[in-house]
């Protein structure tokens, strides 16, 4: 399952790295883009990847983007924001996060099945 773990282990990173998840007692420091720049080159050449994208959002804007590696290593083509990415079980926990976000704000009743929500 290379494929689960070669999207999943920079991901489970990224995360970890940005503090995600629920709101912690302590803040954390804000990550700084060079932290990020040097860890996930790092992290890919150990899991063998030859591509990432990575973003933070804020809101609902993109503050910082960047693109690792090649997206086509033959050709030594460099990934860019239309580069398709095969998303994996990741997609499992970015639902469940926004699910559970949505529930936090009073906008989902996770009691109810999901047949009886209506969305706009």
């Known amino acids: 399952m290379k494929t689960a773990r070669t999207i999943l282990m920079p991901s489970m ?3 970890w790295m940005l503090g995600c998840g629920g709101k912690s007692p302590t803040p954390s420091p804000p ?3 060079s932290t990020l720049d040097q860890a996930l080159p790092t ?3 150990k899991d063998g990847l030859p591509s990432l994208a990575a973003c933070i959002i804020k809101g609902d804007k993109i ?3 960047n693109f690792y590696g090649f997206s086509n290593v033959a050709d030594k083509k460099a990934p860019t924001a239309e580069t398709v990415y095969i998303l994996a ?7 469940a996060t926004a699910i ?3 529930w936090e704000k009073g906008q989902l ?3 109810l099945h999901c047949r009886s929500h209506h969305w706009r």
Request: zero cysteines.
């Open 89 to 95: 079980s990741i997609s499992k926990t970015v639902t």
């Open 63 to 65: 503050v910082w983007q």
């Open 31 to 33: 990550i700084q883009v």
């Open 13 to 15: 990173l990224l995360l």
């Open 109 to 111: 009743d996770a009691g």
């Open 43 to 45: 992290e890919m050449s």
């Open 100 to 102: 559970m976000q949505l």
